[in-house]
């Protein structure tokens, strides 16, 4: 009996010291929190909060009066405030170079009106939606009279329109160059022309002009410009409620920073249930209402530009 209690106060020391070995990874997190985010560590290190943003997207992201401005800044400014570190707003010379940016580490995080899809999922991590949206058309009504669709007034109505025209091989659709809509509007109206343009505004703009029958983008760009331009487009072309797809914008970080994910989890449920989001949106926009889940009502007042 002696000898067996002689052996177990042997062992006692080898004992706490397995115990306190697993224990460490847990101690480890507790003195720092931002163990699992090399990104977060450098952030702290650095005490700033790089964050790449859309080059021209209004309400989002764009100039006024020679200063950056928009949602997507009011959002990068809250974050880091809550980090207790600097943003610096980083505009790209395209929206397409953000995610090589984000991968080579010449940004932090973006926050760019960026749609949450499978495909760019395989290349960086993104939040829980910040922005809820959805796909709309602009329509120009004296353009598309050719293939009997200048009076829908709702994608369904459009494509039964096609389909019963057997037209659907000759509308022309212009979308932006790398961005979601190029590789959705396929699915939605198979068999039809898409030409793609280097920007939001050259998009729209072919569209006024009548190279395009319609322009597919998120509602909230579609209504803006088309308000911002009211008085060379507001009696050709139409924006089609409600929009067809919904679409949703979330923050993207590089692969592997799960403790900012998380993070980014809890700051976009703030955002959503402090208001933040139509706070800012506000700022930039004289909204009135949402007239369904998705969709917003700009003031008709409201005609911008010049």
């Known amino acids: 009996m002696k000898h067996h209690s002689l052996i177990t106060a042997r062992r006692m020391p080898a004992v706490l010291l397995f115990f306190a070995i697993c224990m460490l990874p847990a ?3 507790a003195q720092n929190p931002v163990s699992y985010s090399p990104t977060l560590t450098k952030v702290f290190a650095d005490k700033v909060l790089r ?23 009011d959002i990068a400014n809250l974050l880091a405030k809550k980090l207790g570190v600097t943003a610096k707003i980083i505009v790209p010379k395209s ?20 749609s949450i899809t499978f495909a760019r999922a395989k290349t960086v991590d993104f939040s829980t939606p910040y922005f809820d949206t959805g796909l709309s058309i602009l329509l120009n009504k ?26 659907m091989d000759q509308l ?11 590789r959705v509007v396929p699915r939605f109206f198979p068999k039809a022309i898409i030409k793609p343009y280097p920007s939001n505004e050259a998009a729209a703009m072919a569209t006024l002009k009548g190279e395009a029958d319609l322009m597919v983008h998120d509602e909230i760009f579609l209504k803006v ?45 703030e955002l959503q249930s402090n208001g ?12 009135t209402s949402r007239v369904s889940t998705r969709s917003y ?4 007042d409201y005609y911008g530009g010049d």
């Open 297 to 300: 009502n700009i003031n008709e």
């Open 142 to 167: 004296a353009k598309s009279a050719r293939l009997g669709i200048s009076g829908v007034t709702n994608y369904n109505a459009l494509v039964r329109k096609l389909v019963q025209n057997g037209k």
């Open 225 to 269: 410009w088309l308000k911002e331009h009211a008085k060379e487009a507001q009696f050709r072309l139409t924006v089609l409620n409600p929009p067809f797809k919904p679409d949703y914008y979330g923050m993207a970080i590089h692969k592997g920073n799960q403790d900012f994910l998380n993070m980014l989890g809890v700051f976009n449920l």
């Open 51 to 73: 964050v790449g943003v859309n080059p021209q997207f209004e309400p989002f992201s764009f100039t006024k009066d020679g200063k950056r401005v928009g949602v997507d800044i």
């Open 95 to 114: 929206f397409s170079d953000l995610i090589p940016m984000l991968q080579s580490g010449d940004i932090d995080i973006i926050m760019a009106g960026m």
């Open 276 to 287: 933040y989001v139509s706070q800012y949106m506000g700022r930039y926009l004289p909204i």
């Open 172 to 182: 022309v659709i212009a979308v932006t160059q790398g961005k979601a809509p190029q």
């Open 27 to 29: 101690i480890t997190l």
